[in-house]
């Protein structure tokens, strides 16, 4: 199955908001409540950042949300820090014959 | 706290084999789901396999079905990924994880395994 489609790449300037996507299909995204978002810096592993769509573990600030419409997923990230720059990254569950689907990556700049 | 410790990577030819280890601190590791997630050098992240709390229950990505093996040892806390017939493509960072209702939470630091002749 293919992977989940993410823009390569978002921008934004300290303090708006910026809302990475992520598409997919009625077999995974549309499907299911299981959409789940990473956070990665350069050179060190993935943070979970939002569960199940739109939940948010402890710890993650509330800066941090999720959404989904249809087979599309949507993390939005307000009022933009320096530290939030890195790469994010979607999955999603799409049946048990497809365990770990994840998205390309969307690499999220800070002006 | 909770930890996940990978270790194994290496350079090593086509061909070869190599085994990773995954030692986990911190979580009831005898009742979780474990996958390993592969990041090859400026790509995204790939599933690579995963196995059940107690190591009945395994599956694999394609592209490395019948090359690896994934096993555990719950007396140890500690998750295994055994690779056979390494090729060029199977280069990457190689994370653990666990896996609990489809999120992957927490990660391990990666562990860099290198095919190159």
């Known amino acids: 199955q293919s992977a989940l489609t993410q823009p390569p790449s978002a921008s934004g300037s300290p303090g708006q908001s910026v809302t990475i996507s992520c598409t997919g299909t009625s077999s995974d995204v549309g499907g299911y409540n299981y959409v789940s978002w990473y956070q990665q810096h350069p050179g060190k592993a993935p943070k979970l950042m939002i569960y199940e769509v739109s939940k948010r573990p402890s710890g993650v600030p509330d800066r941090f949300s999720g959404s989904k419409s249809g087979n599309t997923a949507s993390l939005t990230v307000s009022g933009l820090q320096a530290e939030d720059e890195a790469d994010y990254y979607c999955?999603?569950?799409?049946?048990?014959?497809?365990?770990?689907?994840f998205g390309g990556g969307t690499k999220l700049t800070v002006l | 706290e909770v930890q996940l410790v990978e270790s194994g990577g290496d350079l090593v030819q086509p061909g070869g084999s190599l085994r990773l280890s995954c030692a986990a601190s911190g979580l009831t590791f005898s009742s979780d789901w474990m996958d390993w997630v592969r990041q090859a050098p400026g790509k995204g992240l790939v599933w690579v396999s995963r196995i059940g709390p107690d190591g009945t229950y395994t599956s694999y990505a394609d592209s490395v079905k019948g090359r690896f093996t994934i096993s555990r040892d719950n007396a140890k806390s500690t998750l295994y990924l055994q690779m056979n017939s390494l090729r060029g493509e199977d280069t990457a960072v190689y994370y653990c994880?666990?896996?609990?209702?489809?999120?992957?939470?927490?990660w391990g630091q990666g562990t860099l395994v290198t095919v190159s002749s």
């Open positions: 999955s999603s569950f799409a049946g048990s014959n497809n365990l770990g689907l």
């Open positions: 994880s666990r896996v609990e209702y489809w999120k992957f939470d927490p």
